[in-house]
């Protein structure tokens, strides 16, 4: 029979569990989150539990992510909700630091991944990256997974964990065992995303024009089409669609994530962040390499 899920709020409790689990044989996979759960998570959860005989996942809205005068105060915080569902889906340990834990007093060490980081949303989000890096290097210690799961939907953030696992030699998990799992859409083809849930239902029905819009530009540069005209179609199409402004709109090698300015024969992402009704949402999509 499967276990009841354990609430785990502190870390010496979370190091004699996962130890109790790797002396009994048990590999341990994970998936780190900030709560206000979505089908999108729970996709990971259930990728997770084929990779790994325990699941911990951690519910922390990271403070150090997010700038100044963005919607920390306002993230949503569903950890009822939330850890309904994953004891639901058969997680093993629900992993939930208090911010003091996580950031004692004089904390002061800072994990900044140059080059991926720089651009994107490191430019318009500035610090964002180094918030990121350093909670999750800090998670992967705390629960020293065999391997770690994270939505393609954020592509810059798993190109930056990958980035620091390899330049930090992580063990872990090691580099090659953190997993990109593709990004869940709904029906009109909007990434899933917590902040959605922001968006009135005008908001949410414009939404759906940025995934198609990419999808134009896609088709368009495949066929030829100059990158530049694609991208400015694009913009254009948001900007009278609803959206109130477009941080960048991009096509970048998938994995260094330099610009670059026609497809060549390495993988590409299409990249975009825009802004609607006071909320940013961001979605990123392949684009073909072309021979
Ligand atoms: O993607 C997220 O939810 C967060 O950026 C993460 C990886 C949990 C770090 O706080």
């Known amino acids: 029979m499967q276990s009841a899920m354990l609430a785990i709020h502190r870390l010496d409790h979370l190091r004699t569990t996962v130890a109790a689990w790797r002396d009994a044989g048990e590999s341990v996979a994970f998936v780190p989150t ?9 996709t990971l959860v259930r990728a997770a539990r084929e990779r790994a005989g325990r699941v911990v996942v951690s519910i922390f809205v990271n403070p150090t992510q997010f700038g100044p005068n963005e919607d920390l105060d306002a993230y949503p915080r ?11 889906e058969g997680v093993n340990a629900l992993w939930a630091p208090d911010a003091g834990a ?12 140059s080059g991926v980081s720089a651009d994107f949303c ?24 065999d391997c770690a799961l994270f939505g393609e939907k954020d592509w810059q953030q798993l190109a930056v964990i990958r980035r620091m ?6 063990i872990r998990p090691r580099v090659d065992s953190i997993i990109g799992v593709p990004t869940v859409r709904e029906d ?4 899933l995303s917590s902040r959605n849930r922001y968006l009135d ?11 198609a819009a990419m999808r134009t530009a896609i088709a368009g540069i495949e066929n030829g089409q100059p990158v530049a005209q694609a991208l400015g179609t694009l913009e254009t199409t948001l900007l009278t669609q609803g959206f109130s402004r477009v941080d960048y709109a991009a096509l970048a090698d998938a994995d260094t994530l330099e610009r670059i300015d026609a497809p060549g024969a390495r993988p590409a992402r299409l990249l975009v962040a825009a802004h ?14 072309q021979s």
């Open 78 to 88: 569903t950890l009822q909700a939330d850890s309904e569902l994953l004891a639901a």
């Open 188 to 191: 009109d083809g909007l990434a």
């Open 122 to 145: 490191g430019a318009s989000r500035p610090g964002h990256f180094a918030g990121v890096a350093t909670v999750v290097c800090k998670l992967f210690n705390q629960v020293q997974p």
């Open 34 to 42: 900030m709560g206000a759960l979505h089908e999108g998570h729970l």
């Open 165 to 170: 696992a390899r330049d930090l030699d992580l």
């Open 102 to 113: 996580m950031y004692p007093e004089g904390f002061a060490t800072s994990i900044d991944v």
């Open 201 to 211: 239902e005008t908001a949410r029905r414009q939404a759906a024009a940025l995934p």
């Open 276 to 289: 609607i009704a006071n909320t940013r949402l961001i979605d990123n999509m392949a684009v073909e390499p």
